[in-house]
């Protein structure tokens, strides 16, 4: 199976790096800052549009549509029908930090094409709808963006892997770690040569150390003759049945149906199938929150050019033993306790309202007879925030677990990873390692000069 002819690698970083057209794309370049914009700024309750602004720009010089790499004219109309749409939403996104960098990027662009800030502007591209009865991938669909298909000519039959991610916030990996994680903001869950995936955690209430996800962004990468590069944002109180720009397929490719979004239950469950790549994910809302599962085959998984790169690729490699939380030490030391002692237990503060840890116990046992990690992850959520919805995102995660996985005999797990040495496995907070050498050359250099 060919990698894409495109890698967009969402960095996390707002740099306007590597702007140029060399890569033999209309800004090439530019795509990982535009990722970063559409995936790490909240916009749930906000009235600024610089999302929608960069969606149509995205729409606008990507995919089959994409102007040329020497097909300046067109690309210039686009920058500037992107600063018209910035310029309409400017009152309303004062102090945006997505909107700033977008304003900032747009100049950058227009001045490495020689682009002139009056001139036509590029029309917004229109959707086309499959046609009646085309609910099913194409019969004529090229092999290729059929993955198992594809793969069983040249291999047997490939090896799935799952991930998923839940409730305050726990993490599975593809390895079958699993993790409780501190995690607030953004971060990568997975980032390969065909999609990327990023989340965003919050606090659970206010003084709270409680987190969880808020927002959720996937970003499927343009591939050969089956899809369009397409973006899926969901955020809390708005699950969307479609990709960003309104449409629930791949584009306008030859096999645009090996990409598939289906509304499983309305603002509460979404199932995105991307048959080109073997991989089916599930996203829901339980309560206020959002929860994530994937499955995936090992070829996919590991397809990722640069592994220097991955440390951050949650799925892949965990959290960071610095941002890690031994709940199941905080479970033991729960028990029998009331919840008047919780405070002094728990590594993170407690709610305000939190359960008795009986309670806690009597509702996730309901849900989740099996006292595995699952459960567990229950007890925790429930004494940790006080919301009962996180007992159904626990439950719906391990539901997901018997769907996704492929070993039946993997789907309950008892024994937490135990990759916290140290002071982490105490549950006090990691030096960061900058910081601790600049500390230690500092000392070094008071002995000698002192």
């Not at 929150?289 to 892949?316: I, K």
């Not at 009597?362 to 992850?377: G, N, R, S």
């Amino acid at each position: 199976m060919q990698p894409p002819r495109e890698r967009l690698v969402v960095t996390g970083r707002a740099g306007w790096m590597g702007m140029g057209r060399g890569a033999g794309r209309s800004a090439l370049g530019f795509w990982p800052t535009l990722a970063f914009l559409l995936c790490s700024f909240p916009a749930a309750t906000s009235p600024c549009k610089i999302l929608k602004c960069n969606s149509e720009f995205w729409s606008a010089t990507s995919g089959s549509h994409a102007p040329a790499s020497d097909d300046t004219p067109e690309f210039c109309a686009a920058l500037r029908s992107y600063a018209l749409c910035t310029r309409r939403t400017a009152r309303t996104c004062r102090g945006d930090l997505a909107y700033h960098s977008a304003v900032h990027g747009i100049e950058d662009l227009m001045s490495q094409h020689n682009c002139s800030k009056d001139g036509p502007t590029s029309q917004p591209r229109l959707r086309t709808l499959p046609p009646a009865g085309d609910s099913q991938e194409r019969s004529d669909s090229p092999e290729i963006c059929h993955y198992e298909k594809s793969f069983h000519k040249h291999s047997a039959t490939p090896n799935y892997t799952h991930c998923g991610l839940f409730g305050d916030p726990h993490l599975r990996t593809f390895t079958d770690r699993f993790q409780t994680c501190k995690v607030q903001g953004a971060w990568p869950l997975i980032d390969n040569n065909y999609l990327n995936v990023q989340v965003t955690n919050t606090p659970v209430l206010p003084g709270s150390a409680a987190t969880a996800t808020s927002k959720l962004t996937i970003i499927f990468k343009n591939f050969q003759e089956c899809v369009d590069q397409k973006v899926y944002q969901a955020e809390m109180d708005e699950l969307p049945a479609a990709f960003v720009d309104g449409s629930k397929n791949g584009g306008d490719k030859h096999g645009a149906n090996s990409l598939k979004i289906t509304e499983k239950v309305s603002g509460q469950h979404v199932e995105i199938q991307a048959k080109y790549i073997g991989t089916t994910i599930v996203v829901r809302q339980v309560g206020r929150y959002l929860t994530f599962a994937v499955r995936m085959p090992e070829e996919v998984v590991n397809a990722v050019e640069d592994w220097d790169s991955q440390g951050l690729y949650l799925c892949l490699r965990g959290c960071p033993l610095n941002q890690q939380i031994d709940f199941q030490a905080f479970h033991t030391n729960t028990e029998g306790t009331g919840a008047h002692r919780l405070a002094a237990a728990s590594p993170a503060p407690t709610a305000p309202e939190t359960f008795p840890y009986e309670t806690a116990v009597a509702k996730c046992k309901e849900k989740l007879p099996v006292e595995d990690l699952y459960y567990q992850a229950c007890v925790f959520d429930l004494l940790t925030t006080g919301d009962v919805n996180f007992t159904l995102a626990a439950y719906y995660a391990l539901e997901d677990v018997k769907m996704l996985h492929s070993n039946k005999d993997k789907l309950h797990l008892y024994e937490r990873t135990q990759d916290l040495p140290g002071r982490a496995a105490a549950g006090l907070p990691l030096a960061p390692q900058p910081l601790l050498g600049a500390l230690i050359l500092l000392l070094a250099l008071l002995l000698v000069f002192c």
